[in-house]
């Protein structure tokens, strides 16, 4: 069941919208190469232009450098243009840890 209280539902007024994106766009170093404050895919920037610009969020930048397909939660608002790793699972039945490596 998704969530439907207004802490967990996305803000999805016009001026949220905006706010997400303008985020994105100043933590990625976007906002001069691409000023459409949107999150339709189709008008988002490339992500190969994330993080070119000065100044840039350097926290973020490794995250997105390592994350699987280039995709991370490095901060607020990261999922913007469909660019967070989250995943969503509604039933779990079992969840599985597994470490890898043995330590001497």
Same mark, same amino acid.
């Given at each position: 069941?998704?969530?439907?209280?207004?802490?967990?539902?996305?803000?999805?007024?016009?001026?949220?919208?905006?706010?997400?994106?303008?985020?994105?766009?100043?933590?990625?170093?976007?906002?001069?190469?691409?000023?459409?404050?949107?999150?339709?895919?189709?008008?988002?920037?490339?992500? /190969?232009?994330?993080?070119? @610009?000065?100044?840039? &969020?350097?926290? %973020?930048?490794?995250?997105?450098?390592? !994350?699987?397909?280039?995709?991370?939660?490095?901060?607020?608002?990261?999922?913007?243009? /469909?660019?967070?790793?989250? @995943?969503?699972?509604? &039933?779990?039945? %079992?969840?599985?840890?597994?470490?890898? !490596?043995?330590?001497?």
């Amino acid at each position: 069941m998704v969530p439907t209280d207004s802490y967990h539902r996305p803000d999805a007024t016009a001026a949220g919208v905006v706010k997400a994106s303008l985020q994105a766009a100043l933590m990625r170093t976007t906002l001069l190469v691409n000023s459409n404050l949107t999150n339709d895919p189709a008008s988002c920037p490339d992500p /190969s232009t994330f993080y070119n @610009n000065a100044p840039v &969020n350097m926290y %973020a930048k490794p995250w997105h450098a390592n !994350g699987i397909g280039g995709k991370a939660y490095g901060f607020g608002f990261d999922d913007v243009c /469909s660019q967070s790793s989250f @995943n969503l699972v509604f &039933n779990p039945t %079992a969840f599985t840890v597994t470490l890898l !490596g043995n330590r001497p």
